[in-house]
């Protein structure tokens, strides 16, 4: 059980590392347009988005094969919830905007 806490922890905890890494690989300051598509930053998102389904997806399965209980798969759901809304709501706060005067 505590392994199963653990993992979903480290899945939550690194979930948002891969689009903060990509996320600098699309920046140019010379691009006219206000989004060119960015290979980098797509990826960045897609691996962000497998770790989080997976984070979400994980406690269900687990539940389902009879691993934990189905409120332990509730509890987990909603706790990596909390996690991952503190810490994207972390980083929209602290992000740094540069504004060109």
């Known amino acids: 059980m505590k392994m ?3 993992l979903k922890t480290l899945i939550f905890v690194l979930a948002p590392l891969p ?4 996320s600098h690989c699309g920046a140019d300051d010379l691009s006219s347009a206000e989004y060119e598509g960015s290979a980098a930053v797509d990826l960045g998102q897609f691996i962000t988005s ?3 389904v997976t984070g979400f997806a994980l ?3 687990l539940a389902h ?3 934990i209980r189905h409120a332990a798969s509730v509890m987990s759901i909603i706790g990596g919830g909390l996690v991952y809304g ?3 709501s972390y980083s929209a706060v602290f992000k740094q ?3 060109d005067f």
């Open 65 to 67: 094969a009879g691993v």
């Open 86 to 88: 503190t810490i994207l």
């Open 59 to 61: 406690p269900l399965v």
């Open 50 to 52: 497998c770790i989080v």
């Open 97 to 99: 905007e540069t504004d």
């Open 19 to 22: 689009n903060a890494l990509f």
């Open 4 to 6: 199963v806490a653990g």
